[in-house]
């Protein structure tokens, strides 16, 4: 039986350990259908599910769509560059033009935090029962991707048994800019709710010391964060210090699309100092797993080698789990 009460996801602050579970626990039902299942499940038949994203994704999008039809859903992309915003229309009168035309589900990516919580409050303040799936929003928080990297992480530690517990008491090490990543936020508060340990790594001016803070503070809308943060959170700015004691690492895409100022000297003097790479990880006292939510900057981040290191790299499989992950919460807020 099912304690489901989410009509929206917009951020994982709000996730207790039953909604980890219970994501975790329909993603693995839905990667592991024997290959002789239908390629379609009935779930969704009848519903239509809106994807609305106001900035470029590659992953997010397709797979959300691709979740959606695997479960039977309609389909219907929004492209903004020919659509009537570029005549001033709001993203509200955008999202409520596709409520008209019977969207169930919105999944939004917008470049302002908090748009898709504020979609989801005006949506319900106009009596719609239509659900808002935030795809990312600013630098605020992309939960889809936060449960996959969970799902991804549990499957390395426990293939058997995915569950958030295979989190419990691991050291998970951030790396790279984490002042302008969702996902780094996602996965703080995935990760610290799990009972995980999170090291972030990286220069002060893409990892400001109060960043330790952020998950203490409330989300958006509310007085104080429901969760107990079980793991704890360590801040250093020596990758090799990051590395020692991890049993995974996640490094982050430089958003140059998001730094107003130069944040660091050059690529290369990064590369050197935060780049992951088969030599870097010669810091970590046992062979560890990267993750990477992508795109890329090969050569910046980590070594194009190590990206294409399937014992090592598990960039790949993120993006296969990004489907049952979705899978799952489309499923959950439908049901
Ligand atoms: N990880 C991620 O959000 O990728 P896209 O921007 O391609 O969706």
Partial sequence: MSNWQHQHVIDLASFSLEDFQEVLSLAHRFREMPSTSPRKLPALQGHLVATLFFEPSTRTRSSFELAAKSLSADVQSFAPASSSIGKGESLLDTALTYVAMGADVLVVRHKSTNAA?????????????????????????????????????????????????????????????????????????????????????????????????????????????????????????????????????MTLRLQHERMRENLISNLHRYHKDYGITHESLKSCKKPIPVLHPGPVNRGVEMSGKLLNDRSISLVEEQVRNGIPTRMALLYLITS
């Fill in 117 to 249: 919580a504020q979609l989801a409050f005006d949506l319900d303040k106009f009596g719609e029962k239509t659900s808002v799936l935030n795809a990312g929003d600013g630098l605020h928080s992309h939960p889809s991707q936060g449960l996959l990297d969970l799902y991804t992480l549990a499957r390395h530690f426990n293939p058997e048994q995915p569950e958030p517990e295979a989190l419990n008491g691991k050291k998970i090490a951030i790396v790279g800019d984490i002042l302008h990543s969702r996902v780094a936020r996602s996965n703080l508060w995935a990760l610290t709710a799990c009972g995980a340990d999170v090291i972030l790594c990286g220069p002060p001016t893409l990892l400001p010391n109060e960043f330790k803070d952020f998950v203490d503070a409330p989300p958006p809308g509310q007085k104080k964060d429901p969760i107990l943060k079980r793991g704890r959170i360590y801040l250093t700015r020596q990758l090799s210090e990051a590395l020692i004691e991890a049993d995974a690492v």
